[in-house]
């Protein structure tokens, strides 16, 4: 059986500001056999008020391109010291420091998951997040001070609400077509992989690896034993405030810094030679890749679900025309994505909710406090001017708005909800094409 072959990329230099040309990642069948673990099917709670989804775009994607994706393991390290030894006799090192992803739900790819398309008006809460590891474990005690040690590892994932991400368009100098390839990276280009700080970041898991972690590998049957890991973000997005385009995407990304660092070319793992002397651990991510597919289908602004990474060439203190610190993946020929699960949960103004008649009508936030205002969130077939009544639950006009005019599509309408005792209201709309009502709560 053949085994891990070379995976590796190149960065050329015909670079400008806005404009880039960059080698796409080698990619080769690896030859080896994954022993996956078994995975939970995306799973979908209707409610009322709200939903609660399991989102995963490698899924979505693959469904709406009717192309199956290919897996790969992608090693992270602090350093290019440690390297891998492949079947034709040749060695890489490891070039890949920081490995993340971003999260855009209201990607219309996602509707061939299916899931539910958001809007922007949808601020979310992110429960859990899973993800595929390999973790080779060489070493299992260090000496030091004369006592023998547990070697314990440490993986940082940090994870980023759009305040905190770079969210910007490139386009590539010889496409005729000029179109915006969208991605969205952690802030911060001096960001150093190997330290759990980063400013940007809204918290830090601090993970310890043990030998109770590890994972198998098998050079002489090809075989690579990979588990899941499964964390508890617990933040919301940012709410309605923000563009069309950055609002409610989020961001993680995933950092491995060893206790016994490597040594220039150590060798991690060596498929050719089951003695090779172990003196590293090392740790990879599964991604999926997708070598038939153009990434310039991720061209929309809803469409942010980039996975991004840190290379030898992007340490920190360099740069390489606009790119320094993160490299959406995006740029390359082949799409590479975080085979990653996203749990959320929040209130339903999906666009299936808004758009299922002639005039569509959300309040948010529902519930809203007292001490904040609320929007009223209009979806309009065609343009129309549209007023506003708020009714108490007596039936009394307690606020109204003037008519405005809206266009075809979803339009805000504030509503000065602050100055509301606390109770059920009804706010109805009157546009053109009728006129539509929404119960909400004001605590």
């Known amino acids: 059986m053949k085994k891990l072959l070379f995976l590796g990329f190149t960065v050329l230099a015909a670079m400008s500001a806005n404009a880039q040309s960059l080698g796409q990642p080698i990619v080769k069948d690896q030859g080896i056999r994954f022993i996956a673990p078994s995975r939970a099917k995306s799973s979908k709670i209707s409610r009322r008020a709200g939903t609660s989804e399991l989102y995963n775009y490698v899924d979505a994607y693959t469904n709406s391109t009717s192309n199956s994706s290919k897996k790969t393991l992608f090693w992270i390290a602090p350093d290019s010291n440690a390297c891998v030894v492949y079947t034709t006799g040749g060695k890489s090192n490891i070039n890949f420091h920081v490995i993340g992803g971003s999260f855009d739900p209201k990607d219309t790819t996602f509707l061939d998951a299916p899931n539910t398309v958001l809007t922007r008006f949808n601020p979310y809460h992110v429960d859990t997040l899973r993800f595929i590891k390999a973790y080779l474990r060489n070493v299992d005690k260090v000496n030091i001070g004369g006592n023998m040690v547990d070697v314990v590892d440490t993986l940082f994932v940090q994870y980023y609400d759009a305040s905190g991400m770079s969210i910007t368009a490139y386009n590539y100098q010889n496409d005729p077509l000029k179109k915006s390839y969208y991605y969205g990276v952690p802030k911060g280009t001096t960001f150093v992989p190997y330290k759990a700080t980063n400013?940007?970041?809204?918290?830090?898991d601090t993970i310890l690896l043990t030998a109770a972690n590890s994972d198998s590998f098998n050079v002489a049957g090809g075989t690579a034993g990979i588990s899941p890991i499964t964390l508890t973000p617990n933040f919301n997005s940012l709410s309605t405030n923000g563009t069309a385009v950055t609002s409610n995407v989020i961001a993680y990304s995933i950092n491995f810094k060893p206790m016994i660092p490597a040594q220039l070319n150590d060798t991690l793992l060596d498929w050719n030679n089951a003695n090779y002397t172990k003196k590293i651990n090392g740790f990879a991510v599964y991604l999926a890749y997708f070598d038939k597919i153009p990434h310039d289908i991720l061209t929309t602004p809803y469409k942010i679900n980039n996975t991004f990474w840190t290379t030898s060439d992007l340490l920190p203190g360099t740069k390489v025309s606009i790119w320094q610190g993160y490299l959406p993946t995006t740029v390359y020929g082949t799409a590479y994505m975080m085979n990653t699960d996203i749990h959320i949960t929040c209130d339903n103004l999906s666009t299936k909710e808004l758009m299922n008649s002639n005039i569509g009508l959300v309040v948010y936030p529902n519930p809203s406090?007292?001490?904040n205002n609320s929007t009223a969130v209009v979806n309009l077939k065609s343009a129309s001017m549209v007023s506003a009544k708020v009714y108490d639950m007596n039936g009394r006009?307690?606020?109204?708005t003037s008519a405005?005019?809206?266009n075809?599509?979803?339009?805000?309408?504030p509503l000065a909800t602050s100055n509301l005792s606390t109770g059920i209201y009804t706010v109805t709309i009157e546009s053109a094409a009728g006129t539509k009502s929404s119960k909400f709560i004001v605590k």
């Open 408 to 413: 075809a599509g979803l339009n805000e309408l």
């Open 404 to 406: 405005k005019a809206m």
């Open 369 to 371: 406090s007292s001490n």
């Open 199 to 204: 400013k940007s970041a809204l918290k830090t």
């Open 397 to 400: 006009v307690v606020l109204a």
